[in-house]
């Protein structure tokens, strides 16, 4: 190929088709229109000599040889914003802006009270706007700008949202502390559930999309057993609730665990096998990753979790 065709712009539109596989979006994206996206595809086409792009349906699937381009470029491109970003330090005290945050009410209950006072401080004309994890697909609501990061468990998504590791979130089994089968059994808060008495006890669960069934069941089922599902809800908080009033048990995060036995008359005991540890992620759009305020964002979410304890509670395996 001859190096001297290739120009910035041509650069620019293939990194746009390789994150969003639409030639409008990706004209969207960088302020081009659909037939000068179209000519700039075939230009390269061109200087490439390979197809890059092939039509399924409405999306555009990359070759072999579009996918092994696409970190090279992006690296590319983002070197060359550095090179050429203001050396004028960022100052959030100046930032006016609504930054839209996505997740389970588990945050919203622990994270977004200290979070917004902390960026109140530090920037009083930035607003905070959380939306609960029901509310759609990930990559769709980051890729049209509806959120600006989510706060999730692993997803499977597409190369253009960056992630970082937040915390890991053991399990913890909550009770009502006046639990009457438990009392009976003589188990202390603190210790292991019997898995008869783990099994057969009612379980309430946190299910934005109505299943019955979690990481715990997946657990039960490798050694031959099952619990019982009876009552699935959308929030962690009213997972709480109904085992204060109920005979539930219920697996929930351990953070979610000690901050709702403070407040609520609720045991907590460990669980009678190993249950998985999930990932607990934040995701964020890929064109935001040297953003200044965008970084500063992600900085004051981590220094928040710190600030609460999140990554001491555990990793790996659960007790």
Same mark, same amino acid.
């Given at each position: 190929?001859?190096?001297?065709?290739?120009?910035? !712009?041509?650069?620019? &539109?293939?990194?746009?088709?390789?994150?969003?596989?639409? &030639?409008?979006?990706?004209?969207?994206? =960088?302020?081009?229109?659909?037939?000068?996206?179209?000519?700039?595809?075939?230009?390269?086409?061109?200087?490439?000599?390979?197809?890059?792009?092939?039509?399924?349906?409405?999306?555009?699937?990359?070759?072999?040889?579009?996918?092994?381009?696409?970190?090279?470029?992006?690296?590319?491109?983002?070197? %060359?914003?550095?090179?050429?970003?203001?050396?004028?330090?960022?100052?959030?005290?100046?930032?006016?802006?609504?930054?839209?945050?996505?997740?389970?009410?588990?945050?919203?209950?622990?994270?977004?009270?200290?979070?917004?006072?902390? %960026?109140?401080?530090?920037?009083?004309?930035?607003?905070?706007?959380?939306?609960?994890?029901?509310?759609?697909? &990930?990559?769709?609501?980051?890729? @049209?700008?509806?959120?600006?990061?989510?706060?999730?468990?692993?997803?499977?998504?597409? @190369?253009?949202?960056?992630?970082?590791?937040?915390?890991?979130?053991?399990?913890?089994? %909550?009770?009502?502390?006046?639990?009457?089968? *438990?009392?009976?059994?003589?188990?202390?808060?603190?210790?292991?559930?019997?898995?008869?008495?783990?099994?057969?006890?009612?379980?309430?669960?946190?299910? =934005?999309?109505?299943?019955?069934?979690?990481?715990?069941?997946?657990?039960?089922?490798?050694?031959?057993?099952?619990?019982?599902?009876?009552?699935?809800?959308?929030?962690?908080?009213?997972?709480?609730?109904?085992?204060?009033?109920? !005979?539930?048990?219920?697996?929930?995060?351990?953070?979610?665990?000690?901050?709702?036995?403070?407040?609520?008359? *609720?045991?907590?005991?460990?669980?009678?096998?190993?249950?998985?540890?999930?990932?607990?992620?934040?995701?964020?759009?890929?064109?935001?990753?040297?953003?200044?305020?965008?970084?500063?964002?992600?900085?004051? =979410?981590?220094?928040? *979790?710190?600030?609460?304890?999140?990554?001491?509670?555990?990793?790996? *395996?659960?007790?």
């Amino acid at each position: 190929m001859n190096a001297n065709a290739l120009d910035l !712009n041509l650069v620019r &539109v293939l990194d746009a088709l390789l994150r969003e596989r639409s &030639v409008t979006r990706a004209g969207e994206q =960088i302020g081009l229109s659909q037939p000068a996206v179209s000519a700039a595809l075939n230009r390269l086409r061109h200087i490439l000599n390979d197809q890059l792009f092939v039509r399924r349906g409405n999306e555009m699937v990359p070759t072999p040889r579009a996918e092994s381009l696409a970190e090279p470029v992006r690296g590319a491109l983002r070197e %060359i914003e550095r090179a050429f970003q203001s050396t004028r330090k960022f100052d959030p005290a100046g930032l006016d802006r609504t930054f839209t945050l996505m997740g389970a009410d588990f945050f919203s209950m622990l994270l977004m009270p200290l979070l917004a006072t902390r %960026i109140a401080a530090l920037a009083p004309q930035v607003s905070l706007r959380f939306l609960d994890s029901a509310r759609g697909d &990930v990559a769709r609501l980051l890729q @049209d700008d509806q959120i600006d990061a989510a706060l999730e468990r692993p997803l499977m998504i597409p @190369d253009w949202v960056s992630s970082t590791l937040l915390f890991h979130s053991p399990f913890a089994i %909550i009770a009502a502390k006046d639990n009457a089968v *438990i009392r009976r059994a003589g188990v202390r808060e603190g210790e292991v559930l019997p898995m008869e008495l783990f099994c057969d006890l009612p379980h309430a669960i946190r299910s =934005i999309d109505g299943s019955m069934s979690g990481f715990t069941d997946e657990a039960l089922t490798k050694i031959g057993r099952s619990r019982r599902v009876s009552l699935a809800l959308p929030h962690f908080q009213a997972v709480a609730l109904a085992t204060v009033s109920g !005979n539930y048990l219920a697996a929930v995060p351990r953070q979610f665990a000690d901050t709702v036995a403070r407040k609520l008359p *609720i045991a907590i005991y460990e669980p009678p096998l190993p249950i998985p540890v999930p990932e607990i992620r934040m995701y964020w759009h890929a064109r935001h990753d040297d953003e200044p305020p965008h970084q500063w964002l992600r900085d004051q =979410i981590q220094e928040a *979790i710190d600030a609460l304890g999140f990554r001491q509670t555990g990793n790996g *395996i659960a007790p």
